[in-house]
């Protein structure tokens, strides 16, 4: 049985631009020269919400009607909702941050972290032109990949009365934060990992 897409796209807006105001905060939140003074439980704790708003989100979006002729569209372009698109690519911004400033991904000048030296407001610039500024680059990942995945892992919970899909949702999104910070703790080790690999296959003994 397909999903139900039910919702006008400006019903809902509301609640997507809440959701952009709280993942465009977490995206905030990954600035060094912000993150050392917000507390680390404050960091988990917004990880920790990060999974269970995001699956909400993606079962809400499933839901949306952005008309017929939207149906002939690319995904990207099918979107038709502003808030609808800051909120998955703001989502998908901070997931990556979490994940490249964890794990000590830079590919050349794709690196939020600014040179130490430069002053405050100029590191401040370029981690927004890093994380805001690829908005757009941001939003086609996420109709390419984010979206299509939380549309086929959320439709099964669309198909329950509302209170049981959501509060199961929930429980999934708590359960993939769980995992999420399983895999972040062995981010040390996983670099070890991968450094000591990328040294013999480009140094052999």
Known sequence: MARRQDLPAGAVAPLFWLFTLVFAAMVL?????????????????????????????????????????????????????????????????????????????????????????????????????FSFGMGFANYLAAAGALIPGLRVLTAPFSRLPAPVGL??????????AAASFELLAFGPDVRAGVSEAAARVWQPE
């Open 29 to 129: 939140s990954r600035f060094d020269g912000f993150g050392g003074q917000i507390p680390a439980p404050a960091h988990a704790a917004m990880l920790w919400a990060c999974f269970p708003l995001l699956l909400v989100a993606g079962a809400i979006e499933g839901r949306i009607d952005y008309g017929e002729h939207a149906r002939r569209m690319p995904l990207w372009m099918a979107i038709d909702s502003r808030p609808v698109r800051y909120t998955f690519a703001l989502a998908l911004t901070y997931l990556g941050l979490v994940a490249m400033q964890t794990f000590e991904v830079s590919l050349g000048v794709v690196d939020p972290r600014a040179p130490a030296e430069w002053p405050p407001t100029q590191r401040l610039l370029w981690f927004l032109g």
């Open 167 to 176: 509060g199961l949702l929930l429980a999934l999104g708590f359960g993939l």
